[in-house]
């Protein structure tokens, strides 16, 4: 069953990123000052006395900013009002109603779905601080305090015991819903690619660099499986940008959203050089040990000859040799060219991430690489292969007991992961090898 969806609206600057933080339990938008931070839809779900729901933050409405992505900002959050359930309307305690605020009570007043009137910054919780906003017209406010956490238990009740609530059942599956998050470089066309797999303008899209500055989850299904994509902030180097700025954040959301993901895409320009920047992101994701497939985005705009994909398929190998697992598809989010075989090739490399070898196979396969290639000798004590077993997925772990694990030479164990690569299909996966001495528990 789908969970009830709850978008949080206002004005700039009323605390919706900080209660949507507060309900959700962790720092998930950004909470800055600074009017106009957040300007994607921002998704996350959320749990209150067993029921389970979604809750929606969005960029403040206000026609009389000079933000440039205002029209953009109130067209994401439209499409979030239009989906949603239940809308909460956040107001400031502290300002009275603004003009502002009467403009987003115009629009809601349109829609036919229950409006929750909140009313924020009430430290004191001085409650003669709500009676201005029953003007607005959707009945009794509720005072409340974010930063004191002050009077959410009641917003949350009243959410629940809402119509859309009723006859649901108290959900606690867990949810087996495959992450996606997309990385790379600020315009290397992570969004639009994000809004071609979607098919449709779910996140803001712009030629301007970095206009994409939280982690926004998008569900979508493909294939009747449960998806998740993660559109992130573009990644600078940390030297060039400013301690504690907006954008500061935005990278560590995006570092946190390569954590949680159970498979990366990492976009590369390809009208551009590959940096330092492009290998130290790909280097992230897999010093993680995350599945990944690059992206090598904008082909359409690189002059081609008969070579042109080799030079870059060898450049690519250079560059990323300490993850030759990688798979690779040349892309144009602009034109679409290629963007269909991105899903398959997601579903290929999570079930290569997924992969359980049997103990038979495993061991097989070690003991034709041992007759290929015997194991090293070091002060005329040599390495005996006792069996191998798989211990974990996500990424593929496998545990070798040995006579002594200290004869182990990083070589050998190039050597038998590539014999393992070779041997089964583990493309786009990183995947683990750990000697253990044969006394130690398995």
Not at 198 to 205: A, S
Not at 387 to 415: G, K, W
Request: net charge positive; with cysteine; aromatic share 8%.
């Amino acid at each position: 069953m789908k969970k009830p969806l709850i978008a949080i609206v206002g004005r700039p600057n009323t605390g919706k990123s900080t209660f949507f933080n507060k309900i959700c339990g962790k720092r998930i938008s950004i909470i800055n000052d600074q009017p106009g931070v957040t300007r994607d839809r921002i998704y996350a779900d959320a749990e209150w006395c067993g029921y389970n729901f979604t809750l929606v933050d969005t960029g403040g409405l206000d026609s009389k900013s000079d933000d440039i992505f205002q029209k953009t900002i109130k067209s994401q959050a439209q499409i979030a009002i239009d989906l949603a359930d239940i809308i909460i309307f956040m107001v400031d305690g502290r300002e009275g109603v603004t003009p502002a605020d009467e403009e987003v009570a115009y629009l809601l007043r349109k829609t036919r779905k229950k409006i929750i009137l909140v009313v924020n910054k009430l430290d004191k919780f001085e409650i003669e601080n709500t009676f201005d906003f029953y003007k607005l017209g959707f009945g009794t406010p509720f005072p409340i305090s974010c930063e004191q956490s002050k009077g959410l238990g009641e917003v949350l009740d009243e959410i629940i015991n809402s119509e859309v609530f009723k006859n649901r059942n108290i959900q606690s599956n867990e949810d087996k819903t495959i992450k996606i998050a997309v990385v790379g470089r600020p315009n290397a066309g992570k969004s639009s690619i994000v809004n071609k797999i979607l098919g449709e303008e779910r996140v803001v899209v712009s030629d301007i660099a970095g206009t994409t500055r939280d982690a926004i989850d998008t569900h979508f299904k493909y294939n009747n499986k449960d998806f998740i994509i993660i559109d992130t902030a573009g990644m600078r180097r940390q030297r060039n940008i400013e301690r504690e700025s907006v954008e500061s954040y935005s990278v560590i959301r995006s570092m946190e959203a390569i954590k949680r993901a159970d498979i990366v895409l990492i976009v590369f320009n390809s009208n551009d050089e590959i940096s330092e920047q492009d290998v130290r992101i790909a280097g992230y994701v897999h010093e993680e040990g995350k599945p990944s497939i690059i992206l090598m985005n904008k082909w359409d705009l690189v002059e081609k000859d008969g070579h042109t994909i080799n030079e870059f398929k060898s450049l690519l190998n250079q560059k990323l040799s300490f993850m030759s697992y990688y798979k690779e598809i040349f892309i144009s989010a602009l034109s679409g060219k290629r963007i269909e075989r991105i899903m398959p090739t997601i579903l290929e490399v999570y079930d290569n991430n997924t992969r359980r070898i049997s103990t038979g196979i495993l061991n097989e396969v070690i003991q034709k690489a041992i007759l290929t290639q015997e194991p090293p000798t070091k002060k005329g004590k040599k390495m005996k292969i006792l069996y191998a077993t798989q211990a974990e997925i996500s990424p593929p772990t496998f545990v070798i007991f040995v006579n002594d694990a200290s004869l182990v030479h990083f070589s050998y164990q190039r050597f038998l992961e590539n014999r393992l690569r070779d041997a089964i299909n583990f493309d786009g996966t990183p995947i683990k090898i750990i000697f253990k001495n044969r006394k130690e528990k398995e």
